[in-house]
Structures are given as C-alpha cells and as structure tokens.
C-alpha cells in the first residue's frame, strides 16, 4: 500500500510539475491554461425555493464527489462520477424542513468512509438569535437513504452550538467538533465574566452508529469563526481563532486525543479585536505529517490572507496569498502526499476570482498564483478537494451554478500512461 501511494503521488507530482512548467512561463494570470470547468446551471429564480450558495463537498475513495446543499429548508445530498458533469438524483437528509446554516462561514459538512459509509453535519439554526444544535445523520446505503438525524450537543440549552467541522480516521472513528456557548452562559447566570465560547466535540468509534457524549476541549475561542479539522498520526487536529491575553484573535490548534495539553498558539499576529472576524482558518495534513494552515488577520505583527506550515516545533514564515488590493479572503487548502493546494477568492470591485497555487513538495516551494475561474455575480468561496487519483476545485456562482474544475487527471494509473493536464 505504501509503495502504490508513492508512486500516485509521483505521479500527481508530475503533473503538476508540467503544468507549473507552463504557468510560471506565462506569468501569474494563467487561469485559461485549465480547461472549462464542468457547470451545473444555476436554477432558475422561485419564489417558494430557496437555495443557499455555499455547499459541503467531498471525494470517495473511488473519485467520486459528493455534495450536500441546501434547499427550501431541506439537506440534499448527491454524488457525481464524471466529476460533476451529472450528478445522482438529490437525497433528503432531513425529512422535516429546518433552518440550516448555509453560509460559507457555516455550511454543512460531508465525509465518506472506507466502506462508503456518508457522513453528514450541519447546524440547525434556532428561532433565538445566534442559537443552534449541531445535527448527525448518516447513510449505510451509499446515500439512498439516511438515519434520523440526532443532535451531538447534550447540554439541553437553548444557546449557541455552531461551526460544526467532521473529520474521519478511515478506520471507523469520526469526530465532530463544534463552538458552544453552555459555558460562558452557565458563567453569566453566576455573575461571572467570561471571554468568548467554547469548543466541545463529540466522538464516535463505529461510523457514526453511536457517539459519546460531548465533552469540552478548551475555553475561550472566538465566537463567529469556523472551525477546521484534520487528522495526524498523533490524532484529530482542531484549527480554531483563540481568545489570548485581553483581546487578542490568533489561532490555536488542539489535539482532542491530548485534551490535557494546552492550546498551540500557531500565528502571532497581534490582532486585538474586540468583534466578530467572521473569517476563520483552513487546516490540512499532508503525507509527511507536516500541518497546512490558511486564515485572515488584521494584526498589529501582519495582515492580510496568510498560509504557513507546521512540522513538529518547526514554523516556516507566514506566507501572504493573494493581491492585497483585491481583497483575498476565505482561503483553504487540502493536502496529499507532498501535493498541497490553496485555494481563495479575491474581488476587484466589480468580478470576483477564484485563485490557486500548489506545492509538489509539502509546501516548501509554490507554483505563481492561477486566476482559474471569475464571475460577475455573487459567489461561494472556491473549494479545492484532493484523493488518491485527482484534485478538484469546486465554485458555487449565482450566475454559473455548481461549477467543477479538475486540476489534474490520472490516464490509466494502472499501466503508467502518460499524465497530462487538459488546456
């Protein structure tokens, strides 16, 4: 297994190698070097349908994406096979309709496990200002149908449970790990000041069959940013915006296996805010065990739309994405072997852009930025994906729909034909 592993990620090198060639040769702007993504019509406008841009996306171990979006109240999941040129008949999760977090900050989460198990959170949003519960459901028959959805916060109050993020080892746990405000509300009903929220998670050994109950992972986060997830050799890993000293917003990264360490503080940028950034990081694992960060800051130390990495105590320097002019926002980045991949969004004013770099070598060197994608009208955040034999970014416009762009593919893996990159 090891050695097959090597050799795709050899292979995606390659790839990405030639196309890198290319790009660097045209210069930054050399987003008509890929090939036109595969579109999904936006739906036609209804009064009685409303749809959500930002969508929960994932890929299976035999390439296929997943997706989980939002309509009319209702969590619909489906799957391509040809990278989103079709997409099977949507799936209700819930069967009765419910407000759901759908914003890009928020949206719902989708995973699918070794046995094809799907995986599905979100967060219900509550009639009282800011509250919610964090809901599980999964699907045993590769998402035809799905259990009744249960809540994974156990704390019985009518508060905020939100920024939910799933992880899954491929051996059977998942954990889900979510911002919850028992504590701080528990803390003003004694008179009692307390910064921020907290983060709990909860976890389960058998594919989602049954959960532990949730358990508090550490105190004083920020209130309004997403949290991410991955997994290492050492155990699920949560990237979230801390609460240190009075006021100031950096992040932190906790491991759930190892509750009895400290937060990591991972950026020292010296934002002191006392507000709601609304911009949370993005965090990845790459085949080295080396962490993959991306997050905004408005700091003291550095601003802007930042990337680094993390190898044990080791901490290459922040790296900025982006034209500062252009307001890049809302990066992520997702990781394979030692191909890593950035994605953000940037907006001149009057045409947003999706944009992406990538790395062959765990991060240490990086291709010129790409300009892959643009819209005149409102837009989700790009989202790269990456699995054993390809890597997709994927974009929700207003104006284009559900749009699928493959970054590169594998031509017949098994007898070693030639990679190429579609122009």
């Known amino acids: 297994m090891k050695k097959s592993l090597f050799f795709l990620s050899a292979l995606i090198g390659l790839v990405f190698s030639l196309v890198s060639v290319v790009a660097r040769a045209a210069g930054s702007d050399t987003g008509n070097l890929l090939q036109q993504p595969v579109q999904q019509p936006?739906?036609?406008?209804?009064?009685?349908?409303?749809?959500?841009?930002?969508?929960?996306?994932s890929l299976d171990q035999q390439g296929r994406l997943w997706l989980?979006?939002?309509?009319?109240?209702?969590?619909?999941?489906?799957?391509?096979?040809?990278?989103?040129?079709?997409?099977?008949?949507?799936?209700?999760?819930n069967s009765v309709p419910?407000?759901?977090?759908?914003?890009?900050?928020?949206?719902p989460?989708?995973?699918?496990?070794?046995?094809?198990?799907?995986l599905v959170t979100w967060t219900q949003q509550l009639a009282e200002k800011y509250a919610g519960n964090i809901k599980f459901s999964r699907s045993t028959d590769s998402g035809q149908t799905f259990s009744e959805p249960i809540v994974l916060n156990d704390d019985g109050r009518v508060t905020s449970h939100r920024f939910d993020s799933?992880?899954?080892?491929?051996?059977?746990?998942?954990?889900?790990?979510?911002l919850d405000a028992r504590d701080r509300d528990a803390a003003r009903e004694k008179g009692e000041e307390f910064k921020g929220i907290s983060l709990y998670s909860s976890q389960s050994s058998d594919n989602g069959a049954h959960f532990e109950p949730s358990r508090k992972i550490h105190q004083h986060t920020c209130e309004c940013c997403r949290t991410a997830l991955a997994w290492t050799s050492e155990g699920p890993i949560v990237l979230l915006r801390n609460i240190f000293d009075a006021n100031t917003r950096d992040f932190a990264v906790v491991n759930l296996?190892?509750?009895?360490?400290?937060?990591?503080?991972?950026?020292?940028?010296?934002?002191?805010?006392?507000?709601?950034?609304?911009?949370?990081?993005?965090?990845?694992?790459?085949?080295?065990?080396?962490?993959?960060?991306?997050?905004?800051?408005?700091?003291?130390?550095?601003?802007?739309?930042?990337?680094?990495r993390i190898s044990s105590n080791?901490?290459?320097q922040p790296m900025a994405l982006g034209d500062a002019d252009m307001q890049p926002d809302h990066a992520a980045v997702v990781a394979h072997g030692e191909t890593v991949i950035l994605t953000w969004r940037e907006f001149d004013g009057n045409v947003y852009s999706a944009r992406m770099m990538f790395s062959n070598d765990g991060g240490t060197s990086w291709s010129a930025p790409w300009r892959v994608m643009l819209t005149t009208g409102t837009?989700?955040?790009?989202?790269?994906?990456?699995?054993?034999?390809?890597?997709?970014?994927?974009?929700?416009?207003?104006?284009?729909?559900?749009?699928?762009?493959?970054?590169?593919?594998?031509?017949?893996?098994?007898?070693?034909?030639?990679?190429?990159?579609?122009?």
């Open 42 to 57: 936006a739906p036609a406008a209804a009064k009685h349908i409303k749809t959500a841009l930002a969508v929960g996306v």
């Open 68 to 93: 989980a979006k939002v309509v009319n109240q209702r969590l619909l999941v489906s799957w391509s096979e040809d990278d989103g040129q079709h997409f099977s008949g949507p799936v209700t999760v």
């Open 98 to 107: 419910e407000n759901i977090g759908n914003d890009g900050e928020n949206r």
């Open 109 to 118: 989460k989708i995973q699918v496990a070794h046995d094809g198990t799907v």
């Open 166 to 178: 799933l992880a899954i080892d491929g051996k059977g746990r998942v954990v889900v790990a979510w």
């Open 257 to 308: 296996d190892k509750t009895e360490e400290s937060a990591r503080r991972v950026t020292h940028d010296e934002w002191q805010i006392d507000a709601c950034p609304h911009n949370g990081g993005s965090l990845a694992v790459d085949g080295r065990d080396q962490l993959h960060l991306t997050w905004f800051t408005s700091g003291a130390a550095v601003q802007g739309q930042l990337y680094r």
């Open 314 to 316: 080791r901490e290459s």
């Open 379 to 423: 837009s989700d955040y790009p989202v790269p994906l990456i699995s054993d034999n390809k890597a997709l970014i994927v974009w929700r416009t207003n104006n284009e729909g559900l749009r699928v762009l493959p970054v590169e593919k594998v031509i017949n893996r098994s007898s070693h034909q030639t990679l190429f990159a579609k122009q």
